[in-house]
């Protein structure tokens, strides 16, 4: 099996996320610690602009955003299955939902005053300044919940949840842990490190004890790794072959751009070298990289020929 590298920080959900699969896999992975915002270097050597957290390195393969990340780690490591017998489907639907409408009212929920001082406890007010115009610049005409809307859908969606749990499964897909249950926890994860907001998930007792089960997974085993060591690596390998599927509507070796389409629309450029229903890889060469192959999901991501 190739190494796995995770790039990631601590307080990120989406890292949670991924963190717990690896851990549900009982994986080894390399692990690289990067900004929480803007400027991010040695982070855009790798992707060519996506600025997004987490993202996985294998080789000189680059592969952002989770959606894409868990079917990787999935191909590489199938047992156990994110997508156990009988939930395939019903788990991307799910894990489809968590990832947007709950991620983004947990985290307006979260980040009121009071939830926000628990999570930055002890960051100054400069950091928190830096912070808050980095993602206001990155979700620049997303329309965000006010607090009380948000904590009105999180109540909902909540209790939807815990009527999931109510026959008695384990997970909310049935008797394994599927891509649902993480992309779900992230969310509670998040509310759970803030404290003074977090009594909003105390009246939903089956979906606190399905957390504790899904947390109870840990996070497999990782070293760390420089962001330095992470980008030779990535220019001493040679990206993995892959193919342009005719009938898409795009030509291998087109030059073309793609970007996220909901925030953090950042764009990045190259040669198209792969494409599917599911996944799109661009060929790109970095000064510092080398090589390398970019890889994102189809859904959600803009992919278009540049101008000439
Ligand atoms: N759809 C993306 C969303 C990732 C995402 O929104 N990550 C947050 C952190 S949890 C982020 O990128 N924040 C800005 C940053 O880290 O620079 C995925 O599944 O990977």
């Not at 996506?50 to 680059?62: C, E, K, S």
């Not at 993995?240 to 291998?252: H, K």
């Amino acid at each position: 099996m190739n190494e796995l590298i995770l790039h990631h920080y601590a307080g990120s959900p989406f890292s949670e996320k991924m963190r717990l699969i690896l851990g549900h896999k009982g994986l080894t992975w390399q692990s690289v610690n990067v900004p929480v915002m803007m400027p991010k270097p040695d982070v855009v050597a790798l992707t060519g602009g996506y600025r997004r957290t987490p993202f996985l390195q294998v080789g000189a393969d680059i592969y952002c955003d989770t959606a894409l990340m868990c079917r990787v780690i999935e191909q590489q490591a199938p047992a156990p299955s994110l997508w156990p017998a009988g939930a395939a489907g019903q788990t991307d639907l799910l894990a489809q939902w968590a990832d947007s409408d709950l991620f983004w009212v947990a985290i307006p929920y979260t980040m009121q005053p009071a939830g926000a001082a628990a999570i930055f406890a002890g960051a100054p007010p400069e950091f928190m300044q830096a912070f808050a115009a980095d993602r206001a610049a990155m979700t620049t005409g997303m329309k965000r919940p006010s607090t009380r809307d948000a904590a009105a859908a999180l109540q909902s969606y909540l209790g939807w949840l815990e009527q999931m749990l109510s026959d008695g499964r384990r997970f909310l897909c049935g008797t394994e842990a599927s891509l649902a249950d993480f992309s779900v926890a992230q969310s509670i994860w998040y509310i759970r490190r803030a404290p003074p907001v977090a009594g909003i998930l105390a009246p939903f007792m089956l979906l606190a004890a399905w957390y504790e089960r899904a947390a109870a997974f840990g996070h497999g085993h990782s070293s760390k790794l420089s962001s330095e060591e992470a980008i030779a690596i990535a220019s001493r390998s040679t990206p993995a072959a892959c193919a342009v599927q005719p009938g898409l509507g795009f030509e291998a070796g087109a030059t073309v751009q793609v970007s996220a389409m909901d925030y953090a629309s950042d764009v990045v450029s190259g040669e198209l070298v792969g494409l599917s229903h599911e996944s799109i890889t661009l060929r790109r060469l970095d000064e510092r990289a080398g090589t390398v192959h970019v890889h994102f999901p189809r859904i959600g991501y803009a992919l278009r020929k540049t101008e000439s």
